[in-house]
């Protein structure tokens, strides 16, 4: 089992950026991949980013593609989503999840994540 902790959430205006932040332990970090994931007030969890256990492949959902990177760094066993031009649409809490890498690649499954963490809020306010 991973333990993963995020940080780095907050509250942003419209149109701000947040880094988000996970950490993790009890694992080799570089046999995983790492995913990011959130949740908004009466809706579903929702897949948000991935990326492979090398950091050479990612997949984004859709709306965020073009707003949000995911990156990591293999020496710090952490893992970064990079969130800029913030929408009121992107509050949410949101989730770091970790699986061992297989296949399919950069699913954007939840149920084929093994580990989670408790997550950290993100607000943008309009």
């Known amino acids: 089992q991973v333990q993963l902790v995020e940080s780095g959430g907050g509250l942003v205006q419209a149109g701000g950026s947040l880094r988000l932040s996970c950490a993790a332990s009890?694992?080799?970090?570089?046999?995983?991949?790492m995913g990011w994931f959130r949740q908004a007030p009466g809706k579903e969890r929702e897949f948000v980013a991935v990326?492979?256990?090398?950091?050479?492949?990612?997949n984004y959902l859709d709306p965020v593609k073009e707003r949000f990177t995911i990156s990591r760094d293999n020496a710090k066993n952490t893992v970064y989503l990079q969130m800029n031009s913030l929408k009121p649409e992107d509050t949410a809490v949101y989730y770091c999840?970790?699986?061992?890498?297989?296949?399919?690649?950069?699913?954007?499954?939840?149920?084929?994540?093994?580990?989670w963490g408790q997550g950290t809020q993100v607000t943008v306010s309009s």
């Open positions: 999840a970790a699986r061992s890498s297989r296949l399919p690649a950069l699913t954007t499954m939840q149920g084929q994540y093994d580990s």
């Open positions: 009890g694992r080799t970090f570089s046999l995983l991949d």
């Open positions: 990326i492979n256990w090398s950091g050479q492949a990612t």
